[in-house]
């Protein structure tokens, strides 16, 4: 559970960069 929640994170803060990285 705690890996699948770090890599649900991981993914959430990509799509955070790839936004902001405009």
């Not at 559970?1 to 405009?22: R, S, Y």
Request: hydrophobic share 55%.
């Amino acid at each position: 559970v705690f890996d699948a929640i770090m890599t649900f994170k991981k993914e959430e803060a990509a799509k955070l960069i790839e936004k902001l990285d405009i």
